[in-house]
């Protein structure tokens, strides 16, 4: 965070570390996430990149490696707020059933569910502030403000349903029915290959990647991550690209792109997880160009959160919500039909 009359960023804690002489060499955020309490990975890189972190007092870079002797200076820089910093903005949100308890949002795609690093405004929670200005959202327990509402989320290029509690009451019966399982939550996702069998589950454990602690990995042995549990349904093969649903039994971060990325069928053009380059398919440059503009036009992963199905907090009615797929998902769908028939015609 600046200093909002110099422009100079403002540092809450200094602390020097001097490196063992025995020491072996070991890259600097590693070395700090190694020996720093509540300090993520993420805001040691931060730190270098902008230069509140030096050796010796230098500048470093980010892949730099600690040697003996070494005194690292880290100085710690003031985050924003979220809880006390969202701002209520003016954004299109898309409510499809609202009432004095709780309202579902079809969330477009490319927006951000709540004010998070490198993503302070713009959200869906800021959105919620200003269209709620005269309400004041409930928090779940070890949530800050900048989670007012949610019991649940979905990624950023994700597009679909999201339940808002808009009471305590209903917060926490919400709660309960996403901790105990109960809540429908189905979603469709065009990915690569075909399953061998039409319907299945893919029950494998998902936890931070222990390389890349931005990712998300599979456990299989069971020893590391979560339980998670999904259920998948072929909907339309493609030859090369299936439409699949897949519902959530349990609701680990980023698990259908990790499961489905395990089961060998990762979601179509999703970067982080092995599906935005040609998996299935021929070498045939023709191809590649096809699918290439399929890559424009969604340009990120293509999965939907289309049903939504929970028990209403205060009345007890079972509430069901649906909304079709996004007029680009349905747009590459007839793409491929299109390449799917003329290639059949081929033949």
Not at 108 to 137: C, E, I, R
Not at 228 to 234: G, M, N, Q, R, S
Not at 254 to 277: C, E, L, S, T, W
């Amino acid at each position: 965070m600046e200093d909002p009359a110099t422009g100079d960023p403002v540092y809450t804690q200094e602390i020097e570390v001097v490196v063992d002489p025995g020491q072996t060499p070991i890259r600097i955020d590693k070395f700090l996430f190694d020996r720093l309490e509540k300090i993520s990975r993420n805001r040691i890189q931060e730190g270098v990149s902008m230069g509140a972190i030096t050796v010796n007092e230098q500048t470093i870079k980010a892949n730099y490696k600690v040697r003996p002797r070494d005194v690292i200076l880290v100085r710690i820089p003031r985050q924003r707020a979220l809880g006390e910093a969202v701002e209520p903005q003016d954004l299109p949100l898309d409510i499809v059933y609202e009432d004095e308890t709780l309202l579902v949002v079809n969330k477009a795609s490319g927006m951000v569910v709540h004010p998070g690093v490198g993503n302070f405004d713009g959200t869906l929670v800021n959105g919620l502030k200003y269209y709620l200005s005269n309400q004041q959202l409930p928090l779940l327990e070890g949530n800050t403000a900048d989670r007012a509402g949610l019991v649940h989320r979905i990624d950023k290029d994700t597009s679909g349903l999201l339940v808002v509690a808009k009471t305590d009451e209903a917060l926490a019966h919400l709660a309960k029915q996403f901790f105990d399982h109960t809540v429908e939550r189905r979603y469709q996702s065009l990915v690569w290959g075909q399953p061998d069998e039409e319907e299945g589950t893919i029950s494998v454990n998902i936890g931070r990647d222990l390389k890349n602690r931005t990712l998300r990995a599979t456990f299989p042995d069971g020893r590391e991550g979560k339980v998670a549990v999904t259920h998948y349904k072929l909907i339309e093969p493609m030859y090369y690209v299936s439409l699949v649903e897949c519902v959530l039994e349990t609701g680990r971060t980023h698990q259908i792109r990790v499961h489905m990325q395990h089961a060998g069928h990762p979601v179509f053009n999703d970067a982080k997880y092995g599906g935005a380059r040609v998996v299935k398919g021929t070498v045939f440059q023709k191809y590649r160009l096809f699918v290439e503009n399929c890559f424009k036009i969604v340009p990120y992963h293509v999965l939907h959160a289309g049903t939504l199905g929970f028990v209403h907090p205060s009345t007890g009615e079972q509430m069901h919500f649906e909304q079709p797929l996004p007029d680009n998902f349905q747009e590459l769908l007839e793409k491929w039909r299109s390449y799917l028939a003329s290639r059949t015609a081929g033949m």
